[in-house]
């Protein structure tokens, strides 16, 4: 079983629609979770921390289900700009290293 | 808003040489780190480095890699006899615990 394992994607949405994306993770004992966004050849880019009462930033809403040790993130009203590979990240401890999912590919259109 | 740089942007090189990836973390950050993506892949973690030394490393960091902190600002990764099997994207990271930020990335082009 994979670490980290992600929605396989790619999710394609018209402007305006609300998507989610989900990832599981299989060490229970980990700490940190995260959402990042990747943008074609370029380095992730932290988009949210996810914390166990869940989070909103925005458009942008995060969850964390420890009894279930998965994480989802919600956009709605997708924007084309949204358009980018959205990366699961699990961290074991909170200064450790991160394990990233395989990424999960939105494209947004008009 | 304080970044982490990385140079050079793309390093190409031959089978067999020696390469020098640079990062400057972000200045007030403790916990440096250093990941990899192969084109198409995930990213994944090489190596992480706390109070001048290795705090953990994976199985793809071996006795080819090196790291350095050779003085209060870079940090640097060390290829020793690159192969094919190496060109990526190399990127660094920083945090002062969690969460971690990414550097824009060294392409590593091995020929």
């Known amino acids: 079983r994979k670490e980290v394992e992600q929605d396989p994607g790619p999710f394609n949405v018209p402007e305006g629609a609300t998507v989610a994306f989900n990832c599981t993770y299989s060490n229970s004992a980990s700490q940190s979770f995260f959402w990042y966004r990747q943008d074609c050849r370029k380095e992730p880019k932290l988009l949210m921390s996810?914390?166990?009462s869940g989070n909103e930033d925005g458009r942008f809403t995060a969850q964390l289900n420890r009894a279930s040790q998965y994480i989802s993130l919600l956009i709605r009203d997708s924007k084309l700009s949204d358009s980018a590979t959205y990366l699961c990240a699990v961290k074991d401890t909170n200064a450790g290293k991160s394990t990233f999912g395989d990424g999960t590919t939105l494209t947004v259109k008009p | 808003e304080p970044e982490v740089t990385q140079t050079p942007s793309h390093q190409v090189t031959q089978m067999g040489q020696e390469v020098i990836l640079r990062c400057v973390p972000i200045s007030n950050h403790l916990y440096f780190y250093w990941y990899r993506q192969i084109l198409g892949q995930k990213v994944e973690f090489l190596v992480s480095?706390?109070?001048?030394?290795?705090?953990?490393k994976s199985e793809i960091f071996d006795d080819q890699f090196s790291v350095e902190r050779p003085d209060g600002s870079n940090f640097t990764l060390k290829i020793r006899s690159t192969k094919l099997e190496d060109s990526a994207m190399y990127f660094c990271?920083?945090?002062?615990?969690?969460?971690?930020?990414f550097g824009p990335g060294t392409r590593l082009t091995v020929l």
């Open positions: 990271a920083s945090s002062e615990a969690s969460p971690q930020y």
């Open positions: 480095f706390y109070n001048n030394e290795i705090s953990e």
């Open positions: 996810v914390y166990s």
